[in-house]
């Protein structure tokens, strides 16, 4: 019958439904605009760097769709087609490039105008079959991938910075990267069927020994800070993070620090010395939510694999949220350290002698948010579920502008939150005992 899909378009629209609720996640696409808002009025990252980091985010996204993601064994194992598998994670790759599309329209639009940033939304189309592409041939040449591809981006957001006549290195990388970018269609079904069924192979047989010399790195690490009752979950969010199982929450973090470059640029533009203290929070509040909600949703649905276990120690819920709070402070402590490190450092020095009095206003904005997310993702986890995500949206704006308040007008008042919410984080605790585990 016409109407009937192929195989490979059932199994694509079935992979859709699996991760459209991340796709379409309303917190990842606030993020991205706010992101793409910093990068406008910043500058932070020059067209040339924005390219060499899209192409590594595409490459290293279509390494894990082709080789390391676990759905990849049960979907080659149907009858997808010659190049059905290929066709799938093509049209997988773009869902999941459509976010790093708008970052680069913005960093080139922010150098040459809006219209340059459309046309680079548009050429970042052919990312997908770009980053399959690149995939293969950067399994060929290393045997296996890693995080070396991103390395020309990095050594171009540095020398963008420095004053060493590199314009020219950096705008033909760009183009040997656009000029591969507009082969690719043409070139990755070729590459595919060539080299694909080795190149899988070896991947499935490869040792995977550094996982366990990260986790035994950061328990050694985490020996004298942390209470053994819960190290080994902590150590387990950072294996996790660290080995982006949550690309969103990953992302998250990793652009939380464009907060620090656009308090740079409204340090500069300050109307009065009386708006500094606003900025700042400002600045750190947009930082504060990528920090929270890397340290939230995504992560703690990871975490329930390994429930059961937990539920054999004593006080699981206790020490669950112990954990998760510990995790989600500690990157809110180091992301408020780089904020009040912005205020000292900028301007040679000109607002150092604020940072004492910004010390608690920031940092507790920065717990505050973390908290708040990490309690409301306990109190509302439904199994794998967490109900009324979405409303995060909503309230975690709330909580940063009372906090932020407070900060200005009288900081002491920022240590009655936590009084405040003492009954909320005991609720959650005890939901994590009470949920049903149905896996």
């Known amino acids: 019958m016409p109407d009937i899909p192929a195989p490979w378009e059932a199994a694509r629209d079935l992979r859709w439904r699996a991760v459209r609720d991340v796709v379409l996640d309303p917190i990842a696409m606030l993020g991205t605009v706010v992101v793409a808002w910093a990068l406008v009025r910043s500058g932070a990252v020059g067209h040339e760097a924005a390219v060499l980091l899209f192409a590594a985010f595409a490459i290293r996204t279509g390494d894990e769709l082709l080789f390391t993601r676990p759905d990849g064994e049960l979907l080659r194992v149907h009858p997808l087609g010659l190049t059905g598998f290929l066709k799938v994670r093509l049209a997988e790759l773009g869902w999941w490039l459509h976010p790093p599309r708008v970052l680069l329209a913005a960093c080139v639009g922010a150098g040459y105008g809006f219209w340059f940033g459309i046309a680079a939304w548009a050429l970042g189309g052919y990312g997908r079959s770009f980053g399959l592409w690149g995939a293969i041939h950067t399994r060929r040449a290393s045997g296996r991938h890693g995080g070396w591809v991103w390395l020309p981006g990095a050594a171009a957001v540095v020398l963008q910075h420095a004053d060493v006549g590199a314009e020219a290195v950096l705008l033909g990388a760009a183009g040997v990267v656009l000029t591969f970018a507009t082969i690719a269609p043409w070139a990755v079904e070729g590459a595919y069927l060539a080299h694909f069924d080795r190149l899988v192979s070896d991947a499935a047989t490869a040792p995977r020994s550094r996982t366990r010399v990260l986790w035994s790195a950061l328990r050694g690490l985490s020996l004298p800070i942390v209470d053994r009752g819960i190290r080994s979950r902590l150590v387990r969010d950072a294996v996790l993070t660290l080995r982006l199982q949550d690309p969103q929450g990953a992302i998250l973090l990793l652009l939380a620090p464009l907060s620090c470059l656009l308090l740079v640029g409204e340090l500069e533009t300050l109307p009065t010395p ?88 920031v940092l507790g904005l920065e717990w505050a948010m973390a908290h708040f997310v990490v309690v409301q993702v306990f109190a509302n986890q439904r199994g794998k579920r967490i109900l009324g995500e979405g409303t995060l949206v909503l309230s975690l704006p709330v909580v940063a502008i009372t906090i932020a308040v407070a900060g200005v007008l009288m900081p002491a008042l920022i240590p009655v939150y936590f009084i405040v919410t003492a009954g909320m984080t005991a609720a959650a605790a005890a939901r994590y005992d009470a949920v049903e585990v149905t896996w």
Not at 306 to 322: I, N, V
Not at 337 to 353: E, K, N
Request: glycine share 14%; proline share 6%; with cysteine.
């Open 274 to 361: 009386a708006a500094m203290p606003w900025r700042t929070l400002t600045c750190a509040a947009l930082g504060g939510a990528a920090v929270a909600y890397g340290t939230g949703p995504g992560i703690h649905r990871l975490r329930m694999a390994s429930m059961p276990w937990e539920r054999t120690s004593a006080h699981p819920g206790r020490r669950a949220l112990a954990s998760a709070l510990v995790w989600a402070l500690g990157l809110a402590t180091l992301h408020g350290a780089a904020t009040l490190a912005t205020v000292a450092l900028t301007q040679g020095g000109r607002f150092s002698g604020d940072v004492a009095g910004l010390a608690l206003p």
